[in-house]
């Protein structure tokens, strides 16, 4: 007794050992904490899922469907998936797998073969008979820590990639907003340098009446030709990136 209670605590130590060297998380070069915000009326933005941050009915239409079509977005869920299960087989691993199975068989024998005929006649004789079997696979004792240390290593990996869908996920749809407000942004500069152009062209149209008159010199002229192609020119512009 004596000697297995020291095998006993002998072992209960060894359980407790972990030669994994000890993480220290390094100190980030940013502030521990940031200024609090004036308090407002309103919530965080980070509590605010994007159907109600954004109020734009097309733009919620655009950033459904990136959300649901974009394919890199679909392969980080996959690794997700794929980490949870890596995470659940290190776990396991900590654990005995244990087998077990049971059966039963009914056997009809006649008496004649069990040599019991010319006594008790020519009957048979019905028996059970019934079997259960429990057993557990090979099972590492996990002394140094190295099975404790696999599953955390794969229960952190898990957590790492759900981050990172998540970041993706924000910049799919930070990418999708600033691409649609620059469209928009786009689309008034044109509106207004349409009507710039057409100012211009009204400008240059009364340069022309007045030095055809003699009012004005040609330098009047001169000067509204290029204000003229300037206004074209950005026009032309604004057409070409608000397009790309």
Not at 150 to 169: D, G, I, K
């Amino acid at each position: 007794m004596r000697n297995a209670a020291y095998i006993l605590i002998g072992v209960a130590l060894l359980g407790g050992c972990n030669m994994a060297p000890k993480y220290v998380q390094p100190v980030p070069p940013v502030p521990a904490s940031f200024p609090a915000p004036p308090a407002s009326g309103g919530g965080a933005a980070t509590a605010v899922g994007w159907q109600r941050f954004f109020g734009d009915p097309q733009l919620k239409a655009y950033i459904a469907a990136a959300l649901a079509n974009n394919r890199d977005l679909a392969a980080a869920a996959a690794r997700i998936e794929q980490a949870r299960a890596q995470f659940r087989i290190q776990q396991a691993g900590r654990l005995p797998q244990i087998d077990g199975n049971a059966s039963g068989t009914r056997t009809q024998a006649p008496l004649g073969s069990l040599g019991l005929g010319d006594s008790l006649g020519n009957g048979a004789i019905t028996y059970n008979q019934y079997s259960v079997r429990v057993a557990t696979s090979a099972f590492e004792l996990d002394f140094w820590g190295r099975v404790r240390n696999l599953s955390e290593s794969a229960r952190r990996s898990y957590l790492a990639t759900v981050e990172a869908q998540r970041a993706f996920r924000l910049s799919l749809i930070s990418d999708v907003a600033a691409t649609y407000y620059s469209i928009r942004a786009g689309e008034e500069g044109i509106a207004l340098a349409e009507r710039t152009l057409a100012s211009r062209r009204l400008g240059l149209a009364i340069a022309k009446l007045r030095m055809d008159a003699g009012v004005t010199s040609s330098v009047d002229y001169d000067q509204s030709t290029a204000l003229l192609t300037q206004a074209q020119t950005e026009l032309a512009d604004l057409r070409r990136t608000t397009e790309q």
